[in-house]
Every structure is written in structure tokens, then in C-alpha cells.
């Protein structure tokens, strides 16, 4: 009799129990709904506190926790015009020849700036950015963590519109009302992701110039002519600005020191691994859906023959980038992205296993994971606003229809891929666990400097005519890097300056480029030493005779130069001048602050319209690979006799002399690009 009471008594609780989670289901059913309605009414903080409710007493719940984390996604985007104004306010206190100071008050998390230290750029980017970006990625993170893991649930939204604006005027919006379920939280993860080790790289660099330093800076820019002369010397403008920032300030380009060690270490990778994953995740749930897609937040809309993804397509609001065939047939606005072979998998495996293990992934599959991330947001209509800016500049007739679409079909993954690939050889590969365990930030990676302000770049300006290809006059990159003055045609360096040959200034006067007409310079009679043959008027090369006749000037109608051969001088005149491949860096130079200055580097016979740079780390602190046998084939068969000097068959970090015979492969597939637009 006892068991039997014992047997009720418990069936009785049983029942109990069961009505009241029953109950508590449909608590939790019934705030989802009202969450969903908030959601589709725009009101999101009303939404954010239903799932939230949800999320305090049931924490695994996957709906309520995405349904917060759309929520959040939609403030997010509200935030954005807060910071563009905030950033906006700092830039026009500082051309004010302020200082830029918080205004205390609370954006989210931002982390309170001590009044009895200084404020730096950084502590008001952080303040800003933190508070209004990363908070609230924080939390979307958070949600979509959960959410991202349960294969089992989806969520419809009937009407849901993200959108930017700056000063009322909408920038970008996109209609995201459609059926969600764990692959999109994976996506959404993955995007933001990315979005936070973007903003966390932002923050680690130390970009910190107060009044003092900018002082200073606009005083050594007037000395060097100012900024009105970037037209007419620009090589020096830019060239010897950057280095007098790095030694005015000496940890500028470095980390960041209240912050920045840690995000770059710690926080940025992981943020990287996290985007990789999710991407992987996303993925792998999109190849194994079987069911219906026409509602779907991002739908497989191709597949190859053997049953992977080839295509899919996701919400756009893009007037240029948006599927029109496709939008008419789901009856909304898409965009469309092709998966680039053999699968998006592969790719982001591989650059999780760099980030996390160290294993260097291939250059090809690292272009092909961005392209395929930077040009799905691009798709979105994210830039449109950007381009129609651009367009509109163009004049009032803007540009014509068959050019606009021409150009718009370079924003294709496999066509930017090929570009890039054909510019950049796949020989490289990057390791970024190494790189980013150096707590070096971003001033350790670049050329070295001297403590003169001067950059340790060289370039081959000029030499005879040889087998090397010659940088023409009308390159741009020739008039800005060798400075060739486009009037005076006189060719002028500082003797002892960064190309490899030792040149004086011309000083002397110059037959104008006007007076094609030799004859009134060149007489056809007069003193032997000055006889002309037939057709000497033709010639780039003139000769006067001086005032009293008694000796015989030569001129060049395009360029004149001296230089230095053996100690003593001679006179040449070129209508083109060219590369000369000599030993790198054989100057004895101060270096600037904190700066290891580079070995001589042994000519390569090899010349590219890219410089020498005398790198700090050739391979970027453990960044870089390079497939060594694919460097010494290059060497060998532009027959220079320095081959040699490479050794290993396979994937190693560079040195010095093997990083720069790297770049001049690099710029000779830049100037082959060049030369098919016509700009070489």
C-alpha cells in the first residue's frame, strides 16, 4: 500500500513539474513573439529586453539568444553615425589647433581615462570605438555564440531593415526580414568577428601626436617648401615626412602600451580564429541543407557536379551590385557571390591553422578567403554610397553605361583574384601566429630610416641602355621617383642621392622642347669642330656654337646629365634614362630611433620600377615565406650570375638580398600590368 501511495505521489509531482515547465515554455514562447513583433515594429531596445528576459532564466535558449543579438546588430549600425561624428569632432579640434578632450560621459564600456595622465589619440579612439562598437559587438558575440551552436532552431522575421545614417542621411540600409537559423548566426558571427579584430588593430597602434609633435611637423613640412610643393617635389614631401614622425615620436606606428600588447597578442588572433570558424560552420550547414531556401536569410543558389556550393546569394541593397535575374525571381532584393574552387572550406581552414597553429597559408587561398569576405560585404551595398560619390564627381553626364558596367565586373572574386595573382606570384606564404607573438605593431616592418629624416629606398634611375627595361619619361612613377622636371629637362639629384649613379646638377641652359627646328640652333656651316651631318636636326641632340665661336655646347632637347665614371666626368644625352643594378646600401648612415639599419645587399641583376628597401625584417618577424627555388629559377633565367646566392628548394623566411628579388619579380609583373593599359 505504501509503494502504491509512494508511486502517486510521485506521478503527482511528475505532473506538476510538467505543467510548470510547461508553463515557463510558453512564457518563453510568448517573449520570443513579443521580442519578434519589436523587432518587426524598429523598436530594439524593446526587443533586446523580451530576449532578454528569455536569456536570464534560459540561457542556452538559441532563439532568444539571436533574436538579442539581431537586436543588437540593428543599435550597432545606429552607433556608427555616433562615432563618425565623434572622430569628425576630434579631426576639425586638432586642424583647430586644439587638443581633443572627452567629454565625460558613458558610451557603454568605454574605460575611463585617468585626468592626471595624458590623453592620447588613442585613449579618444578607444573611448569612442569601445564604447559604441566594440560593447555592443561584445554582446552580439556573446548571443550569437549560443545560438550559432544548435542546428535545431529557426526564426522567422517578417520585416527587419539595418541601416547607417550620417546627419539623416540614410547611407545604407538592407532588408534582412526572411527565415534564420544557425548557419546565419555562424555568418553574422563571422562578420563581426572580423569587425572586432579590425577595430582591435585600430586600437593596438600607437598613432599618438599631440600639439607639440604636430607643431613640429607642419615647421619641418614649410622647410621643405611646404605643402604647395607636392607638385613639384613630392618625393620629398613624402618620403622624409614619415621618417621625421618616426623619430619625433619614437613609439608612433609601435603598440599601443595601455591596450595595445594585449589585443595584438591575445584578442586579435583569437577574433581571426573566431571569423574563420564561423565562416567554416556557416558553410558546412548551407552544403548539408536540404529543405526549401526562397525564404532564407543566404541561400545556395548553384552547385557544382559533384554537389559543392558554387554560388550563393544573401539581402542587398546595392543599385550595382544586386542579382537582378535572381531578385525577380525570389521576389526580393539579392545579391549573388561565387564560391571560388575547390571550396570556401579549404580556405578558411587553412588560415585558422595559421592563426592557431602556424602553419603559413598559401598567398592564392589567402586572396581567395578576403575577396570572397570584403567583396560579400561590398555586395551588400555597404559602398554605394561611396561609388555614387565617385560618380557624381565625374561630371554632370557622370560615366557611360558599358564603361560603369565594365568596371564593375573587376568586383568578381575569380577576376580580382587573377589580377592580384598576377602581380603578387603565389610563390609567398604567411604565418600569422608568429607575426602576431612579436609585440612590434607596425613601425618594426617598415624600411629603415636614417636620423636625417631619409627612408633607405633606392631606386634605379639611371643607367646606358642594357637588357633591363627602362621606366620611361611619361611614367608617373619615373617623374615622381627620379625627379625629372617636366619644363627644364635638366636632370636633377643631389650628388651622392638614393639612386645608385653619382649625378651633379645641370645647371646649364636647355633648347626649348618648342623649337623642334634644329637649324636655328645647329648651323649646317662654321668651325669643323662644329659640322653637322645631314639630318643632324632630327637628332635629340643639338649643338651651338657659343657667342664668340670659339668652342662648340651640346644640348639635349629631352634630357642632359653628368656623371661620374672613373673620376672624371662625362656628358651624356638620353631621350630615356634607365635602371642600373648595383650593390644596395653601402652607405654608412646614423639610424633614426629604435631603427636596426640593413646589411649591403649584393646586386641581383635584376631592375623593376620597384625600389630597393632596406627593411628592418625582411620577413616581417616570422610573417613571411618565400619558395626559394622559384626565386633562384627567376635569377637563372634572366642569367644574372648571383643565382647562387639562394639556397633551399623550398618555403623559407627571406633575408634581405631574397625579399628584394622577390619585390623586383613583383614590379615587373606591376609594369607588364602597366604596359597592357598603356601607362609604360
Not at 531596445?45 to 543588437?72: C, H, M
Not at 579590425?198 to 611637423?217: A, E, G, P, V, Y
Not at 650593390?583 to 648612415?589: D, L, N, Q, V, Y
Request: include cysteine.
Amino acid at each position: 500500500m505504501r509503494a502504491w501511495r509512494k508511486i502517486i505521489l510521485a506521478f503527482i509531482i511528475f505532473g506538476f513539474q510538467t505543467l510548470a515547465c510547461k508553463k515557463e515554455q510558453n512564457k518563453t514562447e510568448k517573449l520570443i513573439e513579443e521580442g519578434v513583433k519589436y523587432i518587426e515594429l524598429g523598436d530594439f531596445i524593446n526587443a533586446s529586453q523580451k530576449f532578454g528576459e528569455v536569456v536570464k532564466t534560459s540561457p542556452q535558449d538559441p532563439k532568444a539568444r539571436f533574436g538579442l543579438a539581431l537586436a543588437q546588430t540593428a543599435i550597432f549600425f545606429k552607433n556608427v553615425e555616433k562615432v563618425m561624428i565623434e572622430i569628425g569632432n576630434i579631426v576639425a579640434q586638432l586642424i583647430g589647433g586644439l587638443s581633443p578632450k572627452i567629454q565625460q560621459k558613458k558610451l557603454g564600456e568605454a574605460e575611463a581615462v585617468s585626468s592626471g595622465s595624458e590623453t592620447t589619440l588613442n585613449d579618444l579612439l578607444a573611448y569612442i570605438l569601445e564604447g559604441n562598437l566594440l560593447g555592443p559587438i561584445k554582446i552580439i558575440l556573446e548571443n550569437l555564440e549560443v545560438a550559432r551552436k544548435d542546428p535545431t532552431w529557426s526564426l522567422q522575421i517578417t520585416s527587419l531593415i539595418w541601416e547607417v545614417k550620417f546627419q539623416d542621411k540614410v547611407l545604407w540600409n538592407v532588408d534582412m526580414a526572411g527565415d534564420y537559423d544557425a548557419g546565419d548566426a555562424n555568418f553574422l558571427y563571422a562578420g563581426f568577428s572580423f569587425a572586432e579584430a579590425f577595430l582591435k588593430i585600430m586600437l593596438s597602434i600607437d598613432i599618438h601626436l599631440d600639439l607639440r609633435n604636430l607643431t613640429r611637423i607642419n615647421e619641418y613640412i614649410s622647410n621643405l617648401g611646404g605643402f604647395s610643393s607636392l607638385e613639384t617635389n613630392p618625393r620629398s614631401i613624402i618620403l622624409n615626412v614619415l621618417p621625421f614622425i618616426l623619430n619625433e615620436r619614437e613609439t608612433f606606428l609601435g603598440l599601443e602600451p595601455k591596450r595595445g600588447i594585449k589585443y595584438w597578442t591575445d584578442e586579435i588572433p583569437k577574433a581571426f580564429i573566431n571569423m574563420a570558424d564561423g565562416v567554416i560552420t556557416a558553410y558546412r550547414m548551407l552544403a548539408s541543407e536540404t529543405d526549401p531556401q526562397d525564404d532564407d536569410i543566404i541561400m545556395v543558389v548553384g552547385k557544382t557536379q559533384d554537389g559543392k556550393i558554387r554560388e550563393i546569394a544573401f539581402p542587398s541593397s546595392s543599385t550595382f551590385f544586386a542579382n537582378k535575374e535572381l531578385s525577380e525571381e525570389k521576389n526580393r532584393m539579392l545579391a549573388s557571390i561565387e564560391i571560388p574552387p575547390p571550396d570556401l572550406e579549404v580556405y578558411f581552414l587553412e588560415l585558422k591553422d595559421s592563426f592557431e597553429h602556424g602553419k603559413p597559408i598559401e598567398w592564392g587561398k589567402l586572396v581567395e578567403a578576403s575577396l570572397f569576405f570584403i567583396l560579400l560585404i561590398v555586395k551588400t551595398g555597404a559602398f554605394d554610397f561611396i561609388i555614387e560619390s565617385l560618380l557624381s564627381s565625374t561630371g554632370t553626364a557622370g560615366l557611360p553605361e558599358q564603361a560603369l558596367k565594365n568596371i564593375l565586373q573587376l568586383v568578381d572574386p575569380a577576376i580580382l583574384a587573377g589580377i592580384i595573382k598576377g602581380i603578387i606570384p603565389d610563390e609567398i606564404k604567411f604565418n600569422f601566429k608568429d607575426f602576431f607573438s612579436q609585440t612590434i605593431g607596425l613601425r618594426n616592418i617598415l624600411p629603415a630610416w636614417t636620423e636625417k629624416n631619409e627612408l633607405l629606398l633606392e631606386w634605379e634611375c639611371l643607367t646606358e641602355p642594357s637588357d633591363i627595361n627602362p621606366l620611361g619619361e611619361s611614367n608617373p612613377l619615373f617623374i615622381f621617383f627620379c625627379k625629372l622636371p617636366q619644363r627644364s629637362y635638366c636632370f636633377e639629384i643631389a650628388k651622392g642621392g638614393s639612386c645608385d649613379i653619382n649625378v651633379e646638377v645641370c645647371q646649364e641652359p636647355v633648347i626649348s622642347q618648342d623649337d623642334v627646328k634644329c637649324q636655328l640652333y645647329c648651323p649646317k656651316s662654321g668651325p669643323s669642330a662644329c659640322q653637322l651631318e645631314i639630318g643632324d636636326m632630327q637628332k635629340d641632340i643639338c649643338i651651338q656654337l657659343t657667342q664668340d665661336r670659339s668652342r662648340c655646347i651640346k644640348y639635349c632637347t629631352k634630357t642632359k646629365i653628368r656623371r661620374l665614371i672613373s673620376g672624371q666626368y662625362e656628358e651624356k644625352c638620353e631621350k630615356i634614362l634607365w635602371y642600373e643594378d648595383k650593390e644596395h646600401f653601402p652607405i654608412k648612415a646614423n639610424p633614426g630611433k629604435g631603427v636596426r639599419l640593413p646589411s649591403t645587399i649584393e646586386k641581383d641583376g635584376v631592375s623593376s620600377i620597384f625600389p630597393y628597401m632596406g627593411l628592418q625584417s625582411p620577413d616581417f618577424y616570422g610573417l613571411i615565406y618565400i619558395n626559394k627555388k622559384f626565386l633562384r629559377n627567376y635569377l637563372t633565367t634572366k642569367g644574372s650570375p648571383y643565382a647562387n646566392k639562394i639556397e633551399g628548394n623550398d618555403f623559407s623566411r627571406p633575408n634581405q638580398f631574397e625579399m628584394n628579388v622577390f619585390l623586383q619579380i613583383v614590379g615587373e609583373n606591376l609594369q607588364n600590368i602597366f604596359s597592357q593599359f598603356g601607362v609604360l
